[in-house]
C-alpha cells in the first residue's frame, strides 16, 4: 500500500541548517513533493523532485531522493525563524494521487 | 476568485447531525481532492475526483462519508451522523493534469469541523 512516513518535530537554531526526513512505500512514485503549512495558513508547494532526478537544489533548499531506500530529504540552509512551518512530504503514486505525510513541524530558535 | 475556495470555514454541529461541505476549486482544474488533517493522523486522503473517471474513494474512512462533484466543478463532502471523531480540518485541493506537468496541488483553507 501507499504510505510516508516523516519525523513529527525538529528544532534548529537560527542559522543552521534544517534537515527533514521522509521515507515513503511506493516504488512506482512519479513525482515527490515537500509542501510548506504556516501557522493558519493552507499548505502551498515548496519543491518537487522527478522520480529519475537524485538531487534538486532551489536557493537555500536542497533535495535528495534515494530512490533505492525510498528516502526522501529536504535540507534548508541557513534556517531563519520565517521558516517555522509544518512541512509536509508527499508522493504522486500511478495517476493523480497524491499522498502525504503527517508533517514535521519545524521549530527555529533565534 | 484566483484560488481554491471552501465554505464554511467553520462549522460547530451536534453529534449525530449530518454536515455538507463545499469546494470550489480553481477555474480550469480537473482534478479535486479532499483530504482531513487532524492532530496526530496528520493529512490524510479521503478521495479525489479527475474530469470524468470514476472517482478514487479509496481514503474515505466509513460509509457516513460521500462526496460529489457537479459539472466537473463544485464538489461536496457530506458526512452523516457526525461522530466527535470526525472533527477536523477538511482540506480541499485542485490541479490540472496535463502531459508533463509537476502535478502541484493548489489548496483552499480548509474547513473546520467541530462535533459537539
Known amino acids: 500500500g501507499e504510505d510516508v512516513e516523516q519525523s513529527l518535530f525538529l528544532s534548529v537554531r537560527e542559522g543552521d541548517s534544517s534537515v527533514i526526513n521522509c521515507t515513503y512505500t511506493?516504488?512506482?512514485?512519479?513525482?515527490l513533493y515537500w509542501y510548506k503549512q504556516e501557522p493558519g495558513a493552507g499548505l502551498q508547494l515548496l519543491t518537487y523532485i522527478f522520480s529519475n532526478m537524485d538531487m534538486k537544489q532551489d536557493q537555500r533548499l536542497t533535495v535528495l531522493l534515494n530512490k533505492k531506500d525510498k528516502h526522501l530529504s529536504l535540507r534548508i540552509a541557513d534556517t531563519q525563524t520565517g521558516d517555522s512551518a509544518i512541512y509536509f512530504c508527499?508522493?504522486?503514486?500511478?495517476?493523480?494521487?497524491?499522498?502525504f505525510g503527517a508533517g514535521t513541524r519545524l521549530f527555529v530558535k533565534a | 476568485g484566483a484560488g481554491v475556495s471552501q465554505s464554511p470555514s467553520n462549522k460547530v454541529t451536534e453529534k449525530g447531525k449530518d454536515v455538507e461541505l463545499r469546494c470550489d476549486p480553481i477555474?480550469?482544474?480537473?482534478?479535486l481532492y479532499w483530504y482531513r488533517q487532524s492532530l496526530g493522523q496528520g493529512l490524510e486522503f479521503l478521495i479525489y475526483?479527475?474530469?470524468?473517471?470514476?472517482?478514487?474513494k479509496s481514503g474515505l474512512p466509513s460509509d457516513r462519508f460521500s462526496a460529489e462533484r457537479t459539472g466537473g466543478s463544485v464538489s461536496t463532502l457530506t458526512i452523516q451522523r457526525t461522530q466527535q471523531e470526525d472533527s477536523a480540518v477538511y482540506l480541499c485541493?485542485?490541479?490540472?493534469?496535463?502531459?508533463?506537468?509537476?502535478?502541484?496541488?493548489?489548496f483552499g483553507e480548509g474547513s473546520r469541523l467541530t462535533v459537539l
Open positions: 477555474s480550469g482544474h480537473t482534478a
Open positions: 485541493a485542485s490541479s490540472f493534469f496535463q502531459g508533463g506537468d509537476t502535478g502541484e496541488l493548489f
Open positions: 475526483f479527475q474530469g470524468n473517471s470514476a472517482p478514487d
Open positions: 508527499a508522493e504522486r503514486t500511478g495517476g493523480f494521487k497524491t499522498i
Open positions: 511506493d516504488s512506482s512514485s512519479t513525482y
